[in-house]
């Protein structure tokens, strides 16, 4: 494979016939790899650096104690607009089969779950035929408000070129502008339905 610089004579005569770009370009984004604070319109990312499940994560749930439940690492991108692009990553709770899922953390499940525009029948923590998959997600979007990350104190967390941290906000999703009745806030309290589990390290998460 040849890989000689270009003349000027070539470079003045560089063939700018080619397809036309794909589905989602947008010749007025400014996308930022980290997701700004805000509320966005989203789709969830698979693949080998998307969207991933890690077993046997400690939640602590106030006047509760601890719990062991499997953790939803969902990865989430903008779908248009001046932050088309942008990602963001969240760590939910999830049905786990053979665990009792408190109450506060199913509410914070069913948040998500139902934002991507189906409804939860009654007892159910999922959608009807719901998959953790590229094929039940296509086509389907969400919003999802992001805000700055503190610490216990108040105090806004930085990565370590000193940007500020964002992430999605507890009980931050909705449903996309269209979609149907939107999905904000905690819903009642749903019986456990099991879904899918994969395999990653354990590690200990605050709620």
């Known amino acids: 494979m040849s890989h ?17 770009p794909t589905e989602g ?18 789709e969830l990312v698979f693949g080998d650096s998307g969207t991933g499940i890690v077993e046997n994560q400690m939640f602590r749930v106030k006047d509760e ?13 903008i779908v248009a607009g001046p932050h088309m692009g ?9 049905p786990t089969p053979g665990k009792h899922m408190p109450a506060k ?24 035929g719901f998959r953790l998959s590229p094929e039940w997600f296509a ?4 919003r999802v408000e992001v805000a700055l990350q503190t610490d216990e104190h108040g105090s806004p967390k930085l990565k370590r070129d000193g940007r500020p941290m964002t ?8 449903r996309a502008i269209g979609s149907g009745p939107a999905a904000s806030g905690p819903p009642a309290v749903p019986a456990q339905k099991p879904a899918p589990v994969l395999s990653g390290p354990p590690s200990d998460v605050e709620l």
């Open 4 to 20: 000689e610089a270009f003349t000027g004579e070539q470079i003045a005569g560089y063939n700018f016939d080619v397809p036309a």
């Open 65 to 77: 104690g601890e719990v062991m439940l499997n953790q939803l690492r969902p990865k989430l991108r």
């Open 25 to 42: 370009f947008d010749p007025n984004s400014e996308g930022f790899r980290d997701m700004p604070p805000g509320t966005h319109e989203v």
């Open 105 to 128: 953390l199913a509410n914070r499940w069913a948040n998500f779950a139902r934002a991507w525009g189906d409804d939860l029948a009654p007892g159910a923590l999922v959608p009807h």
């Open 86 to 94: 942008a990602t963001t990553l969240d760590f939910l709770p999830m």
């Open 139 to 142: 086509g389907k979007r969400c």
């Open 167 to 174: 992430g999605p906000r507890f009980f931050g999703y909705s």
